[in-house]
């Protein structure tokens, strides 16, 4: 393994002494411990989690995600998730909610609710008061007999497993169990409410998920000079139009302005020397591949590098149509970031 020089002496010490094979072994051993907890969560969904998505998906209006400590951060955590996947969700800390934030529930919430014992005293306010508005519980607890499942309308069971702390006491296996119950839930809904991936870029505008989820008339160039030209233009004409261009091609239109082939540069050496050649409707490609402006980035991209080629037109087929309205170059989607 290479080791950085520019740590401390005394980690340079530690990652060269025997005891590093311990500490990667205890890391390892957490990992392992992670992942039976998994296993076992695995193999204990049933109809309950059934029954909890179809809530959700049916909800009318947001699901209020709550816990206390460990399981309340994780509570953030599956609330972002669920908003983010088209699933409206906001985190409500249970000592806040006893203190007015309890008008953040309305009739047509769902709550969910975490906690690991399923006692946490702090939670009974906002479980009352949803009981009061007839706000339907979703609860997660290893314990069948404690608080939280007693009031929960669908109480989903967590595996009784020891925390990856050598004490028992850190929450670590507990709360990654938490964690992908909550992330099952929000897939398993975004699934059953049908939602696209452009749909998620409206949630996603920036950061490496928006690039991956651009559309194309972001990227796409649309400047008023397009290298098109008609079917009957002169050989000269093709090559001026290429050249001028810069994207190595020219459209060919027909007499209602729609794309009915393309010429490349290879296609124009091919036929450069050819005496028979006179216009470029002889020449073209007659089964071009173009995109639509609606198209994703990452879908033009993966267009672009399947078929071997480096700019495309970009069309409009309302109505049946084939009419360029821009241009999209490799080049414009990898300064995009999409390369």
Do not use: W
Not at 109 to 131: A, K, Q
Not at 162 to 180: D, G, H, V, W, Y
């Amino acid at each position: 393994m290479k080791i950085n020089n520019n740590l401390p002496r005394q980690f340079l010490h530690l990652a060269d002494s025997g005891r590093a094979d311990d500490v990667l072994g205890r890391g390892r051993e957490v990992v392992q411990i992670l992942a039976g907890a998994l296993a076992l969560l695995d193999e204990a969904l049933d109809h309950q989690f059934v029954a909890a998505s179809e809530l959700i998906a049916a909800g009318r209006r947001q699901v209020v995600v709550t816990g206390m400590g460990k399981s309340g951060i994780i509570a953030r955590k599956i609330a972002a998730t669920f908003a983010s996947t088209g699933t409206p969700a906001v985190f409500v800390h249970p000592s806040e909610a006893a203190h007015g934030d309890l008008g953040t529930l309305a009739p047509g919430d769902i709550l969910l609710v975490l906690s690991n014992s399923g006692n946490t005293p702090e939670l009974r306010p906002i479980l009352n008061y949803s009981r009061r508005l007839a706000i339907p519980i979703i609860a997660a607890a290893s314990s069948p007999d404690s608080m939280i499942m007693d009031m929960a309308d669908v109480p989903i069971l967590l595996p009784r497993v020891r925390e990856a702390c050598a004490a028992n006491i850190a929450p670590t296996s507990s709360t990654a169990m938490q964690l992908a119950l909550g992330d099952a839930l929000a897939m398993a809904v975004m699934d059953m409410r049908g939602i696209t991936r452009e749909q998620l870029g409206l949630t996603h505008p920036g950061g490496a998920i928006g690039l991956q989820l651009s559309r194309v008339d972001e990227i796409m160039q649309t400047a008023s000079a397009l290298p098109l030209l008609g079917r009957r233009a002169p050989i000269g004409d093709v090559v001026c139009t290429i050249s001028s261009g810069r994207h190595g091609l020219a459209g060919v239109l027909d007499e209602a302005g729609h794309l009915i082939g393309v010429i490349s540069d290879g296609d124009l050496r091919r036929h450069f020397d050819d005496p028979g050649t006179t216009c470029a409707e002889e020449i073209m490609n007659p089964a071009p591949r173009s995109v639509t402006a609606d198209m994703l980035g990452a879908d033009a991209l993966a267009l672009l590098n399947r078929n071997a080629i480096t700019a495309a037109f970009v069309v409009d087929t309302a109505q049946g149509g084939c009419k360029p309205i821009g241009i999209i170059h490799m080049h414009d989607l990898v300064r995009h970031g999409l390369g």
